[in-house]
């Protein structure tokens, strides 16, 4: 069938109504202006300690934390590369979701046999990540509002399940012209604050003993036979007894997992803060989180101080797998970010964004975290969040202290857990590959979600996935 416009696209603005939106705009994460934190020293010197966390972003804050509430006599090193929570955890949308699965259909599909109690769990975690903030004093902004999932295009309205609020309905939560139906799961997402959520963790693992060192790159372990292992930095060195690799997105120090996850960029738009006029327009007194179906879907949020956050849509590869500062700035996403926006909110023509911003996205071919042992058990990691991170690396956190504890868990025990994803294959494959995937996705969205058969390919190999 031919193309059509998205409902995005047939309400586009007039490109000065963009141009005027982004004019005071400035490159910079809003998040991270926005969350007070200390600084730590580098690493100086050799050391020793029981545990040994490679990242500073929520997977390694979390297994530190952790691990000292387990053994509060434990001794633990926290090595970060650059600043805390600088990367994907203090640059994200703040969903924090219960899923360890990214969604229902992806984990039914791959994981059939064990999907209600990876559900059961996930929820059990996010229950659990809600205690740790109240007990631990995180000041994060935590709201657990749920999520609301709008069909934007008549043929999404059919994918909204039992439960789904009519054109009306949802209309009256958050007013969008677009908004056809949708669909909200209250207790299954809480937002946060992002970078003040990791510089909260650190300032809890610090309470806790923790010793946290920025601008302290690892450059390669070496792990004998037998013995502890020596955890090489460009400032000095480390020799403990166990480590837990949480580099996210950047290149793995086990050669084995390099080709397990691609860089993916995902760009960001906040806005000013709301008047009061302008936000009883568009309504949203629940506060929830928001997203649309679409294959490449858009997602939004409001702040504590009613800025609207919208991001999403415009998922870029690089071929290389590197992750470069060069690759944050985007105008033609950035323009069609803020497009996209004024389509779907008309009522706020003339508020205007005042950051921009992206990041790189640790994406796997099963879009969620894998999870492994090395050197004999000394050495766990886990990387490969898909962008869904923010609750799940507590998960993966509970999962690498289990096993370097040597625990068979319900945890450790799940073929999610055991089982690897297909790697990535080696360039120039793996650009064309995602490309196509990524045009693919597009194609979809403008041919009332028919997939075509490089989609439906991969969906027969395991490797389709629709949002």
């Not at 926005?34 to 020793?48: F, N």
């Not at 972003?57 to 979390?62: A, M």
């Not at 009306?168 to 908004?179: G, K, M, Q, T, W």
């Amino acid at each position: 069938m031919p193309a059509r416009q998205t409902a995005y696209e047939r309400n586009a603005p007039a490109p000065a109504a963009v141009e005027a939106a982004l004019a005071p705009s400035r490159h910079s994460v809003f998040w991270l202006e926005d969350a007070p934190g200390t600084t730590y020293d580098a690493l100086s010197g050799a050391t020793e300690a029981d545990l040994v966390v490679v990242g500073g972003g929520y997977c390694g804050l979390w297994t530190a934390v952790l691990a000292k509430r387990r053994n509060p006599g434990a001794r633990v090193v926290l090595l970060e590369a650059s600043t805390i929570g600088w990367a994907a955890s203090g640059r994200n949308g703040g969903f924090c979701e219960a899923s360890l699965t990214h969604g229902e259909e992806n984990g039914r599909s791959r994981w059939p046999d064990e999907y209600d109690e990876l559900e059961r769990l996930g929820l059990a975690n996010l229950d659990a990540f809600e205690a740790d903030v109240r007990e631990l004093g995180i000041d994060c902004q935590y709201e657990r509002t749920g999520q609301l999932a709008v069909a934007v295009e008549e043929h999404q309205v059919a994918w909204l399940g039992p439960h789904a609020l009519d054109r009306a309905a949802v209309r009256a939560e958050i007013d969008s012209p677009l908004f056809l139906a949708g669909e909200w799961e209250r207790d299954t997402c809480a937002l946060v604050h992002p970078a003040r959520l990791a510089r909260e963790l650190a300032r809890v693992a610090t309470d806790l003993g923790v010793e946290v060192h920025e601008q302290t790159r690892v450059t390669g372990f070496d792990a004998p036979t037998r013995g502890p292992v020596v955890v090489r930095t460009t400032s000095g060195s480390v020799t403990a007894d166990r480590v837990a690799l949480a580099t996210n997105v950047f290149p793995s120090l086990l050669r084995r997992t390099r080709m397990l996850t691609v860089p993916v960029y995902d760009y960001v738009l906040m806005t000013e803060p709301l008047s009061a006029a302008q936000l009883a327009s568009v309504g949203w007194g629940h506060r929830q989180g928001l997203g649309d179906l679409a294959n490449q879907f858009h997602y939004s949020r409001l702040t504590a101080d009613n800025r609207i956050l919208w991001g999403g849509y415009d998922a870029v590869y690089h071929a290389g797998r590197r992750v470069r500062a060069s690759y944050e700035e985007r105008p033609a996403t950035f323009s069609a970010l803020a497009s996209h926006f004024l389509a779907a909110f008309p009522q706020l023509e003339g508020l205007t964004f005042t950051h921009r911003w992206a990041g790189a996205i640790d994406t796997s071919t099963q879009f969620v975290a894998f999870h492994g042992l090395a050197s004999r058990g000394r050495v766990a990691y886990a990387a490969g969040f898909t962008g869904l991170g923010v609750g799940a690396t507590r998960f993966a956190a509970e999962v690498m202290l289990d096993r370097l504890s040597g625990l068979s868990t319900e945890r450790t025990r799940l073929e999610m857990v055991r089982r690897k994803p297909l790697p990535f294959p080696p360039e120039p494959f793996a650009a064309v590959g995602i490309n196509a995937t990524r045009w693919s996705l597009d194609r979809a969205d403008h041919r009332e979600g028919r997939r075509n058969l490089f989609l439906r390919t991969l969906d027969a190999a395991g490797l389709g996935f629709d949002s």
